[in-house]
């Protein structure tokens, strides 16, 4: 148990739509960080947020955005979705001044585009 | 730029036999080096780390040794058990600026263990 939990567990949309994946962090942590995971692959970052502010960015292009809010919890939002964005969607939080050993994912969303 | 090389291809072993999953890494700079688990329907677990060369991280009867005249770190248990079975991932991270806890994984190695 992480005590970081994300929503919906599942989603189904189609190409095109629009879709907003939802991260909630532990108390106090301030850096969220979300990651994609195609089927058969390793995690690739995506993009990483502190204080409400993009401080970090992957390889992804424009149309994946993210927020950060007050209260620790977080969005991925993907526009214009294409059959690749199909995967599995991780955030990882953790406190402040920690480094990448004390992440704490969640059980991440499963994204299927058709 | 940084990248992580697992080896390919699922393992199967049977209960209370030696393992072995091998990793190397490219990176620019002196990495992190992590093992990562994660368990059917669960998130990524840190297995163990090392920090600098020639570390060796520890955790559950797993170790991995950081060799950076290799640029390997690979992960070793000398018995397995059913319940190890999981995907395991190599990652590393490079301290400073934007990079700093941002993970580079491998493609992941999936454990089946048999009793």
Request: aromatic letters at 12%; one cysteine or more.
């Amino acid at each position: 148990e992480t005590g970081v939990t994300q929503s919906p567990t599942h989603l189904i949309k189609t190409r095109g739509q629009q879709v907003t994946l939802r991260c909630s962090s532990q108390s106090g942590h301030n850096t969220v960080s979300w990651y994609q995971q195609a089927l058969g692959q390793g995690p690739q970052f995506i993009f990483q947020y502190y204080r409400e502010e993009e401080n970090g960015r992957g390889n992804f292009p424009p149309r994946f955005s993210g927020l950060q809010f007050p209260n620790y919890s977080s969005e991925l939002n993907v526009n214009a979705l294409e059959l690749d964005d199909s995967a599995l969607y991780l955030c990882a939080s953790r406190p402040p001044l920690a480094g990448a050993d004390t992440q704490y994912f969640g059980p991440g969303t499963r994204l299927t585009v058709l | 730029g940084n990248s992580v090389t697992q080896m390919e291809g699922p393992v199967t072993l049977s209960e209370e036999a030696f393992l072995t999953i091998n990793c190397t890494y490219t990176a620019t700079g002196y990495p992190s080096l992590f093992w990562y688990v994660q368990y059917p329907g669960e998130g990524l677990q840190l297995l163990l780390k090392a920090t600098k060369a020639d570390d060796k991280g520890s955790n559950k009867g797993f170790e991995a040794t950081y060799r950076k005249e290799t640029t390997s770190f690979h992960l070793e248990k000398g018995s397995v058990q059913v319940s190890d079975s999981a995907v395991y991932f190599c990652a590393l991270t490079l301290a400073g600026g934007t990079s700093y806890g941002k993970l580079t994984f491998g493609q992941g190695t999936i454990l089946t263990v048999h009793p």
